[in-house]
């Protein structure tokens, strides 16, 4: 089986000032900023993207933005583009998180124009596939999941596929202290790498890592990233303060 290295994202979401997120990098970076058996990314808010850059200039610590606007530039008020996060050093990008859905009204057909954009520009996409409490109840998760996916990859080739991340949100988890149980996540990550294999191939499928996202904490993370096709977390609340981070980057390295 390929070894997949874990990867932990940090999603601030609308939190920390300039100042704010470079005093928390700072500390993660003292802490973690020579791990090298797990990939950590940390997404602030467009404003903090530049001061958390030089924060963790030299340090294993990689940047990610939480959104971009598929064209590279324009009259696109109020929005950022791939070039535009090139320039201040960010590698990963958050393309179509259940809050761009639910809240902005981005649809499979624009996400997938980001994500082809991300790529163009040498960004890697963590591209979020996402349920609701009300699909899980009708029993529609794999078929919803599939309609995202597949959509989402849209037009992405098999090489681009070893840039881009997945990352599995269930809505009615994030945030709420809920937490799929592990069963559940893993049975839908075993789901999207199968689906992986018949979209590309085999050795592809193998290769991507799926993220899972929804109220990953110290106390639950050692058990979700046991699981085979679990390969990280997309952590929220817990990516806020550098004590639960730094404890869920240790149990990314102890997991693997
Ligand atoms: P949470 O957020 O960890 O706060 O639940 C996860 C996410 O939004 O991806």
């Known amino acids: ?6 990867l932990i994202a940090g999603n601030w979401k609308m939190n920390k000032t300039a100042a704010d997120g470079a005093a928390l990098v700072t500390e993660l970076v003292g802490t ?3 791990i090298t058996d797990v990939d950590v990314v940390v997404c602030p808010p467009f404003t903090a993207l530049e001061s958390v850059a030089r924060a963790i200039d030299g340090s294993t610590v990689k940047l990610g933005a939480q959104n971009l606007h598929p064209e590279s530039s324009g009259a696109f008020t109020g929005e950022i583009s791939a070039p535009m996060l090139r320039a201040l050093f960010a590698t990963h990008v958050i393309v179509g998180h259940s809050e761009r859905r639910s809240l902005f009204a981005e649809t499979d057909a624009f996400i997938n124009l980001k994500v082809l954009a991300a790529l163009k520009n040498q960004l890697r996409p963590i591209l979020c596939v996402v349920e609701s409490l009300a699909e899980r109840e009708a029993g529609a998760t794999l078929k919803v999941v599939q309609t995202q996916l597949e959509a989402g990859l849209q037009g992405v080739s098999k090489e681009q596929m070893a840039n881009l991340v997945i990352a599995y949100e269930p809505v009615w988890a994030i945030g709420t202290g809920k937490v799929a149980t592990t069963d559940q996540a893993q049975e839908v990550h075993a789901f999207i790498r199968g689906l992986l294999t018949k979209l590309f191939t085999e050795p592809v499928a193998q290769r991507v ?3 899972y996202g929804g109220s990953m904490k110290p106390a639950n993370a050692p ?3 046991a699981q085979k096709d679990i390969d990280g977390g997309l952590i929220g609340g817990a990516s806020l303060e550098a004590r639960s981070f730094v404890e869920l980057v240790n149990a990314a390295s102890a997991a693997k």
């Open 1 to 6: 089986m390929t070894h997949r290295r874990k």
């Open 32 to 34: 973690i900023g020579k």
């Open 209 to 211: 890592r799926i993220l």
């Open 223 to 225: 058990e979700l990233l």
